[in-house]
């Protein structure tokens, strides 16, 4: 039985789409996207997934009260879905804690700077106007606080004098689309034991 994942995202989409030409090209084996959920109905990584045949779901938050009812409805949906793991890629919605207590240690997120620098929006923004000298990216097991939860993987990117946030942020995303995918075969090859805030990788 193939480890079944779910990505959530609100744009782009360009994670995912190393997540899927991982699985594609065979670098993750016995793992398959069985689920893209989106918040926003226009999200270009949305429609690439419906283009690919994967089967989609656009959750309109206007329909719910509050962020639990509405996170209750996906939790269901994935349960059902048999969905073993759950990737954020630029989902722009916090997650409520019964989201992640119904799918503990089996969410991982993205984000583009080396946490705990730089959490919340414009991360590589806020890196260049710190003056830091290094930023980069890291994937982390989802927890009830934003951009905090145990580190799988990071990367380091160099800023140089002349960089702009978007020079910066070009460089980081492709360190993105190489640890993500990383990180998701670990999981798949149940390399990765979260011990408190660590997260051991089996196997090194
Ligand atoms: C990435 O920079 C990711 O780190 C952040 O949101 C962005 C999503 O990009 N969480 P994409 O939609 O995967 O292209």
Do not use: W
């Amino acid at each position: 039985m193939k480890i079944q994942i779910a990505v959530l995202l609100s744009g782009r989409g360009s994670n995912f789409k190393a997540i899927l030409n991982a699985i594609q090209t065979k670098y993750i084996i016995n793992a398959e996207i069985s689920l893209v959920v989106s918040n926003n109905i226009d999200a270009p990584g949305l429609v690439y997934a419906d283009a690919k045949n994967i089967e989609t779901l656009y959750m309109d938050k206007s329909l719910h009260n509050d962020r639990e009812s509405f996170d209750r409805v996906i939790i269901e949906i994935l349960q059902k879905k048999r969905i073993d793991l759950v990737c954020l890629a630029g989902y722009m919605m916090l997650i409520s804690p019964c989201f992640v207590n119904a799918f503990k240690n089996r969410i991982m997120n993205i984000h583009p700077s080396l946490l705990p620098s730089f959490p919340g929006l414009n991360a590589q923004k806020q890196a260049l106007e710190y003056g830091v000298k290094v930023a980069g990216c890291t994937v982390h097991f989802v927890d009830d606080h934003m951009d905090h939860g145990p580190i799988i993987a990071q990367s380091v990117v160099i800023i140089e004098d002349n960089d702009t946030e978007d020079s910066l942020s070009k460089r980081i995303l492709e360190e993105e689309h190489r640890i993500y995918p990383e990180a998701v075969k670990l999981f798949v090859e149940k390399r990765l034991l979260v011990e408190g805030r660590k997260v051991k990788i089996l196997g090194r």
